[in-house]
């Protein structure tokens, strides 16, 4: 009778052997829970009921009690396999290292040098913090706000030696270190190609509108160049704080007539003023290119009659480019953004941009 079983025996331990490593894999991966979950099925919902039926109604006895559990163990390992060839290990491995933040205990442990953790929290929404971490951050003066934009708290501007014991805890538990408190940057990418990005970093950035040809020629994606920090959306924000971005840094980057203000771009202006005559001086002359028709270069006395027209006609009336700075109609007092859609056509039809039209209203500037 034995001697009957021995193929059962040897087909089930090739059947457990496989489904115990598939079993050991699933928890490990963090889904210990589906892999309990498949042995409980493959035990009560196959191996209990044909054991049942093969011994009480079928008469097999012990062969059909080892059929039962060959078959159940083979089903559990089947099922085990299935969950693990269909793994996303990426993301599993994302999902692990988020519950071991939330659910383990830092390793804090004195040294020669002090006190070293080994969580860094840096790229975590203050959502995702687990509570000790939390109690950290609001010690050394952080709140939501900062810590999902990235900002300093006022405690960074204190000298190491005069935080209070267990605020240098925190700092170090968060992973602050003395030689780098007060100036500790986040990792940027600025200077990296596509290829040089970590994974996760390249997921940032894909979060941004980025592929590799974008990456590699604008750091900054064009979709979003022109908007701020908090028109971005919380998955757009927390891939630029990735990235190395917090709220002063990317909105310093939106282009210039969309976020710097008049006084702060006026050396910019200032070149591009060199580039136009308001002083009727023939020598300031240029020839773009040689295209003589360009209005943009030439005195006003040397501009086409069809241009002083359309002058006369709007805003630039003869009198109104007087020295008479009093004049109250005068359209040289009003900001670009101020003039009706005729005026600016009509500035720009002799000459006149935007920054070139803001920058005569801020220093008083008349063509004579």
Request: proline share 3%; net charge negative.
């Amino acid at each position: 009778m034995f001697s009957e079983l021995v193929p059962y025996i040897c087909v089930g331990n090739v059947t457990l052997m496989f489904g115990s490593m598939s079993w050991t894999i699933l928890g490990a991966s963090g889904r210990v829970g589906l892999a309990t979950a498949t042995g409980f099925l493959g035990s009560w919902g196959v191996t209990l009921p044909l054991s049942a039926l093969s011994t009480l109604f079928l008469g097999y006895d012990l062969q059909g009690m080892v059929s039962a559990i060959v078959i159940g163990y083979s089903c559990s390992g089947a099922m085990n396999s299935y969950f693990l060839m269909r793994s996303n290990w990426e993301n599993l491995a994302r999902k692990i290292q988020k519950k071991n933040r939330n659910y383990g205990v830092a390793k804090i442990a004195p040294t020669d040098a002090g006190i070293e953790t080994t969580i860094n929290y840096d790229y975590e929404q203050w959502e995702e913090l687990p509570d000790h971490a939390k109690d950290a951050a609001l010690l050394i003066g952080f709140d939501e706000d900062r810590w999902n934009n990235g900002e300093n708290p006022e405690l960074f501007e204190s000298p190491w030696e005069a935080l209070q014991v267990q605020e240098r805890e925190a700092a170090l538990f968060l992973g602050y270190k003395q030689e780098e408190w007060g100036s500790r940057q986040k990792e940027t990418f600025e200077d990296c190609d596509w290829s040089e990005l970590p994974d996760d970093a390249q997921e940032a950035a894909l979060t941004l509108g980025h592929n590799e040809s974008t990456w590699n020629n604008n750091k900054k994606c064009d979709a979003l160049v022109e908007v701020s920090w908090h028109d971005l959306s919380m998955d757009q924000q927390e891939a630029a704080i990735a990235l190395g971005y917090d709220e002063e840094k990317w909105n310093d980057g939106i282009s210039t007539a969309a976020s710097i203000p008049l006084h702060e771009e006026e050396d910019y202006q200032q070149e591009e003023a060199k580039e136009f005559s308001l002083d009727g001086d023939s020598s300031t002359h240029h020839e773009n290119n040689g295209n003589l028709d360009n209005t943009e270069y030439r005195d006003w006395n040397e501009r086409p009659d069809y241009a002083q027209e359309a002058a006369r006609e709007h805003v630039l009336e003869s009198d109104i480019w007087s020295s008479n700075a009093g004049h109250c109609d005068d359209p040289m007092n009003v900001l670009w953004h101020e003039l009706s859609q005729e005026q600016q056509e009509t500035a720009i039809l002799i000459g006149f941009s935007d920054n070139m039209w803001n920058m005569c209203v801020a220093n008083g500037w008349r063509p004579s």
